[in-house]
């Protein structure tokens, strides 16, 4: 009996070796599909807002920016009520440029733009676009920011159709072999295109 309890000394230990290694790795993958999931999500979220603000810049450039002199107190009030989408100076938030025309070269670098300020937020282009490259980096974007590809972004008949393709790679991405080609589309409605501009 004393021989038999002698030789369990090591059986705790063991086990742990065993256990402890799996435990970690269900803790690393679950923080990994954690962080992969929160990635796809914030492109989302900066996506949906991108679009919305876009959707409103035909009407601020055709309609409010032609006549503010003809309207009385107008100014006043539809900056106060639409202040962050209409008077904003800002590149990365408004655009005064018809970038929703036929054909415009502007299209695809103001949705970018506006994609950025909505991801993270305002200041210079260098400090936006370096800090864009670190998020995109953390949450698993190959490439940070020149992994962003919006070339399939369109106007047809007043509507934007935005399609943002990136490959993302899982958090712990072992040999490479964990990468996803992402896509995300969204098509809203622009507010007011004239005739002849879309």
């Given at each position: 009996?004393?021989?038999?309890?002698?030789?369990?000394?090591?059986?705790?230990?063991?086990?742990?070796?065993?256990?402890?290694?799996?435990?970690?790795?269900?803790?690393?993958?679950?923080?990994?599909?954690?962080?992969?999931?929160?990635?796809?999500?914030?492109?989302?979220?900066?996506l949906i807002q991108s679009a919305e603000s876009l959707s409103l810049d035909p009407y601020a450039t055709e309609?409010?920016?032609?006549?503010?002199?003809?309207?009385?107190?107008?100014?006043?009030?539809?900056?106060?009520?639409?202040?962050?989408?209409?008077?904003?100076?800002?590149?990365?938030?408004?655009?005064?440029?018809?970038?929703?025309?036929?054909?415009?070269?502007?299209?695809?670098?103001?949705?970018?733009?506006?994609?950025?300020?909505?991801?993270?937020?305002?200041?210079?282009?260098?400090?936006?676009?370096?800090?864009?490259?670190?998020?995109?980096?953390?949450?698993?974007?190959?490439?940070?920011?020149?992994?962003?590809?919006?070339?399939?972004?369109?106007?047809?008949?007043?509507?934007?159709?935005?399609?943002?393709?990136?490959?993302?790679?899982?958090?712990?991405?072992?040999?490479?072999?964990?990468?996803?080609?992402?896509?995300?589309?969204?098509?809203?409605?622009?507010?007011?295109?004239?005739?002849?501009?879309?």
């Amino acid at each position: 009996m004393f021989r038999f309890k002698k030789n369990e000394h090591g059986v705790v230990s063991l086990e742990a070796c065993i256990v402890l290694p799996i435990f970690i790795f269900v803790l690393m993958f679950f923080y990994g599909l954690m962080v992969f999931f929160s990635g796809h999500q914030l492109l989302s979220h900066s996506l949906i807002q991108s679009a919305e603000s876009l959707s409103l810049d035909p009407y601020a450039t055709e309609r409010l920016n032609i006549s503010w002199d003809e309207m009385e107190g107008g100014k006043d009030l539809v900056q106060a009520m639409y202040a962050d989408a209409f008077s904003s100076q800002d590149p990365y938030f408004s655009s005064n440029e018809k970038w929703y025309a036929e054909n415009s070269d502007l299209l695809i670098p103001t949705v970018r733009k506006r994609f950025l300020g909505y991801l993270v937020g305002s200041g210079t282009s260098s400090e936006v676009e370096k800090a864009a490259d670190e998020k995109l980096k953390t949450i698993g974007v190959q490439n940070g920011l020149s992994g962003l590809d919006f070339s399939e972004t369109k106007v047809e008949d007043g509507v934007l159709t935005i399609t943002i393709k990136y490959r993302q790679e899982f958090v712990f991405n072992f040999q490479g072999l964990a990468a996803f080609d992402r896509q995300q589309t969204i098509t809203i409605t622009l507010w007011d295109v004239a005739e002849g501009t879309n």
